[in-house]
């Protein structure tokens, strides 16, 4: 059974930084383009960054030039550096694979308070 764990959520200040991670259980992201999907409070879940296996990038408008997504196949894990936190970036932040969906992990929450 396939496993995404996702970690390094937390509480932070505005204009802080985090660093969140999400590793596979199996080899399953070699190949893919992987994304870090937020889950904030009365909205739906979107995506708002994503990386090819060639490492090319891109990012939600809300995020793009605070937000850097890496991947490392080897470890079988994602991250998203997220700096410059803003308030509206509070929710749930999940990894999957974009299109090609494996079952969801629990997610780690990040909320920045004002």
């Known amino acids: 059974q396939v496993q995404l764990v996702e970690s390094g959520g937390g509480l932070v200040q505005a204009g802080g930084s985090l660093r969140l991670s999400c590793a596979a259980s199996?080899?399953?992201?070699?190949?893919?383009?992987l994304g870090w999907y937020r889950q904030a409070p009365g909205k739906q879940r979107e995506l708002v960054a994503s990386?090819?296996?060639?490492?090319?990038?891109n990012y939600a408008d809300s995020v793009k030039g605070r937000f850097t997504i890496s991947r490392d196949n080897a470890k079988n894990t994602v991250y998203l550096e997220m700096n410059s936190l803003k308030p509206e970036d509070t929710g749930f932040y999940l990894c999957?694979?974009?299109?090609?969906?494996?079952?969801w992990g629990q997610g780690t929450q990040v909320i920045v308070s004002s």
């Open positions: 990386i090819t296996n060639e490492d090319s990038t």
């Open positions: 199996g080899n399953i992201f070699s190949g893919n383009v």
């Open positions: 999957n694979r974009v299109g090609k969906f494996v079952p």
